[in-house]
Every structure is written in C-alpha cells, then in structure tokens.
C-alpha cells in the first residue's frame, strides 16, 4: 500500500490536521508520500514521522484557489493507491476533482478506516453512521480530528516541483492580469470575446489588441460558462457586469439581449462576426463580417499605425 497525503495549510503554514491525515495513512501500512499544494509547510511536512516523501508543489496557480489549476497540478504527481485530503471546503473539492482526473471513486467525510478496507462516514447530518467498502485506487477526504495524528521526529526527503510552465495556468494567470489591470466596468475601451473565440488561448489575440489601447478584455457569458480559464470577473452583461464606455468592441458575440443589456449603453460599439445575421450587427455603430482571425490582425496593424502617428 502506498499512500499520498495532500496537506492543508491555513494563515501560510501547515495545519495539523495534515498530522492527522499522515496519522491515519500510518495505521494502514505502506509509504506516505505528502504533496503540499503552493509549497507550503513542506519543511514541517517532512518532520511528520512516518512521511516518506514530500513533494513541494509549486507555480503561479497557488496565489489563491482554483480547484481545475490545482487538481490539474497535483493530480500528475499522485503515487499509489489511495489519496488521502481532509474534508475541508478545499480538502473536499480537490479530492473529488483529483480522483475525476484520475477515474477512480472518491469517499468524503470518512471518520474512521480499517486496513481491510473500509471506511465509516456520518450521513443524514450525523443522524446514521454509514459503512462503506472501499477498493483501491480510491481518493477519501478525512474529518479533522477522527484520527490520530502523527507525531514529531520524520526526516523526509523533499523535492520540488514548479508547474507554472502548465499552458492552461499560464493562459489563466494573463487572463486573470488583463482582467485586474483595468476593471470592464471602468475601463473606457472594452473588447469582449465570446465563444467565437473558439478556445481560451485565444483569447490572447484580444488582449493584444486591449494592450494597444490600454482597454479592459470582458466575456460574453458564453465563454465564461464553458471555459474555465475565463472568470466570471470578465462577463458583460444581465449576469455579469455593466459597460458603458466610449467604445466596445464585441468580437465573436452573437449579441444576446441578455449581453445587450450590460453594453447597449457604449458610446461607439463595433463588432466583429462571421455571420452577418447576428443579432450584434443590429446595434453595432460599425460592423465588420469576417472571422476574428482575418480581421484582428489587420486591426492591430492599423492600431498600431494610428497610435504611433
Ligand atoms: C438568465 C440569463 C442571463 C444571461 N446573462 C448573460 C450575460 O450576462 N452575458 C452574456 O453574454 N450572456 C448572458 N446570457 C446568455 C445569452 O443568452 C447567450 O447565450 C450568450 O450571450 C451567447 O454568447 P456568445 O455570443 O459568446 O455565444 P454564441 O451565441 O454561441 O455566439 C457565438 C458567435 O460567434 C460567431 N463566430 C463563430 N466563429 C467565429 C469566428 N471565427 N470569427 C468571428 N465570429 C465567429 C458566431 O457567428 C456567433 O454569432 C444569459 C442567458 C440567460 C438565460
């Protein structure tokens, strides 16, 4: 049996219910490997006795949570059989999104486990106590202080590992600057992408174009709603946020009334799809019918041409 621990952390330490954790893979026999999420508290990780391993897991993506960037980070360096979280609000989440990318079951809330192997978890909000046979592979979330925990004395070995190289992470974090550098709802120019766009990454193209004109980059709906990588930070709209500035440029939006009524109101709006019976056309001052890939590119050029005279 080979175990991985996915520590937790609180206020930039480790918390010690990651003791517990690593208590409760002990008393089922086997290697404990603990992976710490961002790199923190992989020192004291390591003196945990009966830790064989510490992974220190590092990148851009563990500034703040994202259950996809994390679990898309962590779940690569997962060894064995059985991965072990506490059932935290984190803890919960990351179990269930690690043991999706690994297609193996998840159990939560286990407050007792048997080598045997099965596991004891409260339901009914505590009323019943359920039993549950486990097979390996399998991920469990652990409730705090139902194990417990290990003491003082390890002396693991620690490596470290730096995912920022990850393309998704990387498309997120440009996303998530372009985003926080200039806010839609107060930016004077706004080019929103919507799922024209096609994929995430794509995305970059508007940005280049916002780099030029210091403009924010929003969403529609659409895009937020089936890509990740696109937070709801960035959607225009009912549901999202309200624009009015003094040009939009709307770029493989369909022009939804519901994405109508959070940018109807710009001074100048220009549009940029294929079809030229999209909706958009209707209250776009200057329309162009055209891919975005035809028509950016000469976008940019001109933009640049302009601003430098
Ligand atoms: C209660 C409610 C609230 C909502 N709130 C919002 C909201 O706040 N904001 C919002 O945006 N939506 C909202 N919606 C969703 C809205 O109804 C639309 O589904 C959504 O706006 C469509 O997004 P889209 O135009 O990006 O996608 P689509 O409708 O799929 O349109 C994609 C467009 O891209 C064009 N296209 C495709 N490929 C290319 C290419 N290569 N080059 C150029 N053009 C291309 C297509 O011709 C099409 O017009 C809400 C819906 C409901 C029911």
Known sequence: MSVTVI??????????????LVGAASSLGGSI???????????????????TKVISVEGDCFESYDCVAWSKAISPLVEGDLVLSSSSAVGRDLASSIAASMGVPVVQDVTSL?????????IFSGKAIEE???SSPCAISLRANSFESAGDGGNAEVSSVNVSQDITVAVKQALAKASERIDVSEADIVI???RGMGEPANFSHLEEVADILGAAVGA???AVDTWGEIPHSMQVGQTGKTVTPNLYIAVGISGAIQHLAGMRSSKFILAINKDADAPIFGVADYGIVSTWEEALPVLKEHLSDLLSN
């Open 192 to 194: 929103s992408g919507g």
């Open 220 to 222: 529609s709906r659409a």
């Open 132 to 134: 549950v046979g486990i």
């Open 7 to 20: 520590s937790e952390s609180s206020n930039g330490a480790l918390h010690p219910v990651t003791a517990q």
């Open 114 to 122: 048997t080598e045997g192997f099965s596991a004891t978890r409260p």
């Open 33 to 51: 490997t603990v992976i710490c999420p961002g790199g923190v508290g992989s020192s004291d990780a390591a003196n945990i006795a009966g830790v």
